[in-house]
């Protein structure tokens, strides 16, 4: 089988782990609503417990209004407040609400969900290799933002 072929089964594979988890919390038209980007928005605000806009679009390289965009539309469907800072009444901190907490930690299970279907594709040894590559390959990608 070529690399291709490979890494289009496995892409398939994780967006289906994705999917089956998200359903178990959304309905059919709250998932189309929201896109990957979205998602990765709402995992960022959550990793950085409760960011600015600025935070934000320096973590994602992304511009403030694009930030301010896509987070608007996270407020609108109901995933995200803003708060005020007491220290900068300029600035806004961003917090996850329930429905959006919900979202992050099902995000979460479908990748464990992932990661323990590969353990049991793979032995000890293998495992650890394909972590060593795992981690490489995501550090490179990193750098190419």
Same mark, same amino acid.
């Given at each position: 089988?070529?690399?291709?072929?490979?890494?289009?089964?496995?892409?398939?594979?994780?967006?289906?782990?994705?999917?089956?988890?998200?359903?178990?919390?959304?309905?059919?038209?709250?998932?189309?609503? %929201?896109?990957?980007?979205?998602?990765?928005?709402?995992?960022?605000?959550?990793?950085?417990?409760?960011?600015?806009?600025?935070?934000?679009?320096?973590?994602?390289?992304?511009?403030?209004?694009?930030?301010?965009?896509?987070?608007?539309?996270?407020?609108?469907?109901?995933?995200?407040?803003?708060?005020?800072?007491?220290?900068?009444?300029?600035?806004?901190?961003?917090? %996850?609400?329930?429905?959006?907490?919900?979202?992050?930690?099902?995000?979460?299970?479908?990748?464990?969900?992932?990661?323990?279907?590969?353990?049991?594709? %793979?032995?000890?040894?293998?495992?650890?290799?394909?972590?060593?590559?795992?981690?490489? %390959?995501?550090?490179?990608?990193?750098?190419?933002?």
């Amino acid at each position: 089988m070529k690399i291709e072929e490979s890494i289009d089964i496995i892409s398939k594979y994780v967006c289906k782990c994705h999917e089956e988890h998200i359903k178990k919390i959304l309905d059919e038209k709250d998932i189309n609503k %929201l896109t990957m980007s979205q998602i990765l928005y709402l995992e960022v605000i959550y990793e950085f417990k409760n960011p600015t806009f600025r935070q934000i679009a320096e973590k994602l390289n992304v511009s403030k209004p694009s930030v301010t965009a896509a987070i608007q539309k996270l407020i609108h469907t109901g995933y995200v407040e803003k708060k005020q800072s007491i220290e900068d009444k300029r600035e806004y901190h961003l917090i %996850l609400t329930k429905k959006g907490h919900m979202l992050v930690n099902v995000n979460i299970d479908a990748h464990n969900a992932f990661i323990n279907k590969i353990k049991e594709i %793979l032995d000890n040894n293998e495992f650890e290799i394909f972590q060593k590559h795992s981690e490489k %390959l995501a550090k490179k990608l990193q750098e190419l933002k």
